[in-house]
T-cell receptor
Framework: KQEVTQIPAALSVPEGENLVLNCSFTDSAIYNLQWFRQDPGKGLTSLLLIQSSQREQTSGRLNASLDKSSGRSTLYIAASQPGDSATYLCAVEGTASKLTFGTGTRLQVTL | DTEVTQTPKHLVMGMTNKKSLKCEQHMGHRAMYWYKQKAKKPPELMFVYSYEKLSINESVPSRFSPECPNSSLLNLHLHALQPEDSALYLC??????????????FGPGTRLTVL
């Protein structure tokens, strides 16, 4: 059974810092990995999707990498802003488009 | 239109009530999903519809009954729920369920409280 873990569980940084969120998964037989953000009580916003054949994807200040063989992904956020405060979830796609979510990292960016 | 909509935003129901959650997308996606999310936990998959047919039921109790009337609409019918069913119910859609670059898009969710 696929297990997805995210470290750290919570993170507080001052505005302007660059930061890295980590995601690890136990079964490397995945089709893609998706990063989401979730604001309290809200739905999920898709940030980036990395296909299993890709190494990284970039969108604005976000860069996600994937090392499928070692079961790891990182989400790099450059020049963090208070508006980046949210919970970040990674999810891996297995068969039949089933997503298995990680435990999440709760990020707070302070002024 | 690039969003998934869900109604209602909030729902309070008693254990003997019957209610329905609604999800809609107009992106031409042929796969739709229901997830349940408890507080401070990640979403858990409940059902997957592919081309309007139920393809995955993650051993969900029968008091939850999904329905996909057409390719744009997904319902979740609720009956005789328990207080522990209180959660955020999320709907998602993707282009299809065949594996690949199958990005899932989520709606804002329905916050359900069962009294």
């Amino acid at each position: 059974k696929q297990e997805v873990t995210q470290i750290p569980a919570a993170l507080s940084v001052p505005e302007g810092e660059n930061l890295v969120l980590n995601c690890s998964f136990t079964d490397s037989a995945i089709y893609n990995l998706q990063w989401f953000r979730q604001d309290p009580g809200k739905g999920l916003t898709s940030l980036l999707l990395i296909q299993s054949s890709q190494r990284e994807q970039t969108s604005g200040r976000l860069n996600a990498s994937l090392d499928k063989s070692s079961g790891r992904s990182t989400l790099y956020i450059a020049a963090s802003q208070p508006g980046d405060s949210a919970t970040y979830l990674c999810a891996v796609e297995g068969t039949a488009s089933k997503l298995t979510f990680g435990t999440g990292t709760r990020l707070q960016v302070t002024l | 239109d690039t969003e998934v909509t869900q109604t209602p935003k909030h729902l309070v129901m008693g254990m003997t009530n019957k209610k329905s959650l609604k999800c809609e997308q107009h992106m031409g996606h042929r796969a739709m999903y229901w997830y349940k999310q408890k507080a401070k936990k990640p979403p858990e998959l409940m059902f997957v519809y592919s081309y309007e047919k139920l393809s995955i039921n993650e051993s969900v109790p029968s008091r939850f009954s999904p329905e996909c009337p057409n390719s744009s609409l997904l319902n979740l019918h609720l009956h005789a729920l328990q207080p522990e069913d209180s959660a955020l119910y999320l709907c998602a859609s993707s282009l299809r369920t065949e594996t690949g670059s199958n990005e899932q898009f989520f709606g804002p969710g329905t916050r359900l409280t069962v009294l």
